[in-house]
């Protein structure tokens, strides 16, 4: 076994601690080599691992080794791609915002321009901006179907949550026949 390079030395912490494997010693310490070959090393003679349904959907010591093995989940980006993915967000943000959907007053010629820039930065839905963009323009008429944003099993988590407090918060209205009493929560 061996874990993929894709796995930064702050995403293997991350593993140690939510698996809590804690016969690995001083591992903040270590480099990222080092810190891999040891938790291959310790991994390999597991029998049983604390199963994660949070952050990792991890239940059983193969599917760990299977997790390390291939390229990380996270959507990680060079600053070339960043910046390729921020100015087409922007863009697309500009043509829904300040253009109203006008193909004349943006920076698209046509809408195909839009469609594209719109399927390039949909892998990458974990970027807040990104979602927004796709979300403007799935009310632009001229753009059939919907592009919906990819996203991780972690942020899919994590943004169920959030809408399930979000409407957790939101006050409701009560009413009472007979006396009109109203309060919020």
């Given amino acids: 076994m061996e874990i993929h390079s894709s796995h930064s030395k702050k995403d293997l912490i991350e593993i140690i601690e ?32 604390k199963p994660d349904t949070e952050h990792y959907f991890i239940s059983s010591v193969d ?17 070339q791609q960043m910046e390729k993915v921020s100015i087409m967000t922007k863009n697309i943000i500009f043509y829904c915002r300040e253009c109203s959907y006008s193909l004349m007053a943006s920076n698209y010629n ?25 979300r403007l323009l799935t009310e632009d008429d001229k753009i059939d179907g919907v ?8 942020m899919r988590v994590k943004l169920k949550r959030l809408d399930e407090l979000k409407r957790a918060n939101t006050g409701r209205l009560k009413v009472t026949r007979g006396t009109v009493t109203v309060s919020f929560d």
């Fill in 18 to 49: 939510c698996f809590e494997l804690n016969e690995i010693v001083d591992f903040r310490d270590m480099t990222k080599d080092d810190l891999r070959m040891e938790l291959c090393e310790y991994i390999l003679g597991l029998e049983y691992l």
């Fill in 63 to 79: 599917e760990l080794i299977e997790y390390l093995m291939k390229p990380t989940p996270k959507q990680l980006l060079t600053n």
């Fill in 110 to 134: 046509e809408i195909d321009e839009v469609v594209e820039d719109a399927i390039y930065i949909s892998q990458y839905g974990d970027l807040p901006a990104v979602r927004r963009a796709l």
């Fill in 147 to 154: 592009i919906e944003p990819v996203l991780t099993k972690r």
